[in-house]
């Protein structure tokens, strides 16, 4: 069974910063994997989708890395906003799909 | 263009009652899933369709919960006898296909609270 782990759960930084997030999985048997961010009260928005055989995926400030083989992906945020201040999800998807979540981390940027 | 639509946003019901969802998904995405959040559960998948079929039901939690899906377009989750523990937020979501191969566009969600 696929387990999803966030580290760290909650992460505040000032404005400016570059960031790191982490995200580990125990099945490298997957198709895919998407990152997405959750406003308070929200649905989810997705950031970045990497096939399996991708490396990593950039959209504006946002790098997504992944490697498949040790259960790793890294979403890399530069010169972080204060409305980049949300919960991050990372998601490794199965064969038909369907999305395994983390618990996500919390990310505030501070003025 | 339109995004995945959801409805009711919010529901409240007695324990007991039966409770149906609905997701309206992107035109012309032919793959569909239901996912729960629950408090200190985090997120968790449900159901999938690609088309009208159901191929991936292992996520339903129990025999009370059932979907469907017409004309390869809308989705309804029943959840029938409500219990306290169905409290949560669903949220559906769809792709243009399924294999892992496209995104997952979400819809905002329906709260649902079991009194």
């Known amino acids: 069974k696929q387990e999803v782990t966030q580290i760290p759960a909650a992460l505040s930084v000032p404005e400016g910063e570059n960031l790191v997030l982490n995200c580990s999985f125990t099945?490298?048997?997957?198709?895919?994997l998407q990152w997405f961010r959750q406003d308070p009260g929200k649905g989810l928005t997705s950031l970045l989708l990497i096939q399996s055989s991708q490396r990593e995926q950039t959209s504006g400030r946002l790098n997504a890395s992944l490697d498949k083989s040790s259960g790793r992906s890294t979403l890399y945020i530069a010169a972080s906003q204060p409305g980049d201040s949300a919960t991050y999800l990372c998601a490794p998807g199965g064969s038909q799909g369907n999305l395994i979540f983390g618990k996500g981390t919390k990310l505030s940027v501070k003025p | 263009g339109a995004g995945v639509s959801q409805s009711p946003s919010n529901k409240v019901t007695e324990k007991g009652k039966d409770v149906e969802l609905r997701c309206d998904p992107i035109s012309g995405h032919t793959a569909l899933y239901w996912y729960r959040q629950s408090l200190g559960q985090g997120l968790e998948f449900l159901i999938y369709?690609?088309?009208?079929?159901?191929?991936?039901k292992s996520g339903l939690p129990s025999d009370r919960f059932s979907a469907e899906r017409t004309g390869g377009s809308v989705s309804t989750l029943t959840i029938q006898r409500t219990q306290q523990e169905d409290s949560a937020v669903y949220l559906c979501a769809s792709s243009l296909g399924d294999g892992g191969l496209y995104e997952q566009y979400f819809g905002p969600g329906t709260r649902l609270t079991v009194t």
């Open positions: 369709f690609q088309g009208n079929s159901a191929p991936d």
């Open positions: 099945d490298s048997a997957i198709y895919n």
